[in-house]
């Protein structure tokens, strides 16, 4: 069993930026590909195993940047020139074991509760 606890929501104006932290617990995280998704699950970043991969979502390219720290068993969100369209609360999730990256998210097994991200225009 994985848990997952997500941190660093909150306001800002457009053009801001926020980092999302993921941080999980119960078995190593880094050994799982992991993914951040928003509103009702639409896929933003995905990242691999070893952080070697990442995936984007077309809107957030060149303004998100998904990394990680398997030593601290973290995955981060960096988000920069927010726009208030990028208002969601924003989940972080593990994928099944056999998976090395994944954008879908039939593939992810575990979640955490959510952080919200609000811009305003």
């Known amino acids: 069993q994985v848990r997952l606890v997500e941190s660093g929501g909150g306001l800002v104006q457009a053009g801001g930026s926020l980092r999302l932290s993921c941080t999980a617990s119960?078995?190593?995280?880094?050994?799982?590909?992991m993914g951040w998704f928003r509103k009702e699950r639409e896929f933003v970043a995905a990242i691999s195993q070893s952080?070697?991969?990442?995936y984007y979502e077309d809107s957030v390219k060149g303004r998100f940047t998904i990394s990680r720290n398997n030593a601290e068993n973290t995955v981060i969100l960096q988000m920069n020139s927010l726009r208030p369209e990028d208002t969601a609360v924003y989940y972080c999730a593990a994928a099944h074991d056999n998976i090395v990256i994944t954008r879908l998210v039939d593939e992810y097994v575990y979640w955490g509760q959510g952080t919200q991200v609000t811009v305003s225009s």
């Open positions: 119960g078995r190593s995280g880094s050994s799982l590909a």
């Open positions: 952080g070697g991969a990442t």
